[in-house]
Nanobody, 121 residues
Framework: QVQLVESGGGLVQAGGSLRLSCTATRRTSDYGAMGWFRQAPGKEREFVAA????????RYADSVKGRFTISRDNAKDTVYLQMNSLKPEDTAVYYC??????????????WGQGTQVTVSS
């Protein structure tokens, strides 16, 4: 069983930056593509970004393109989400997820517990 642990959330003013980290309890070679999702109060969980195991394929939601950057370090079993130019509407619980396939398929098998990001106006 793969366990994912997110960190790096917090309170930041609009226009500020945060970097989220997601560390796996097993080697990233044991699973594949990774993704970040978020869920705001009263809303459904939504896709934010995804990265293939090799980092050759990266996808973003339109709402975060140009502001967020996903990356991974397989040697450290960690995936990152650099968030710049944050807006109040980015406020949500952010979840890390992992697929069993190397390529991004959209079928996530493992999920973290989430980390809260709050952006004040």
């Amino acid at each position: 069983q793969v366990q994912l642990v997110e960190s790096g959330g917090g309170l930041v003013q609009a226009g500020g930056s945060l970097r989220l980290s997601c560390t796996a309890t097993r080697r990233t070679s044991d699973y594949g593509a990774m993704g970040w999702f978020r869920q705001a109060p009263g809303k459904e969980r939504e896709f934010v970004a995804a990265i293939s195991w090799s980092s050759n394929t990266i996808r973003y939601a339109d709402s975060v393109k140009g502001r967020f950057t996903i990356s991974r370090d397989n040697a450290k079993d960690t995936v990152y989400l650099q968030m710049n130019s944050l807006k109040p509407e980015d406020t949500a619980v952010y979840y890390c997820a992992a697929e069993s396939t190397m390529r991004i398929s959209g079928q996530y098998d493992y999920w973290g517990q989430g980390t809260q990001v709050t952006v004040s106006s």
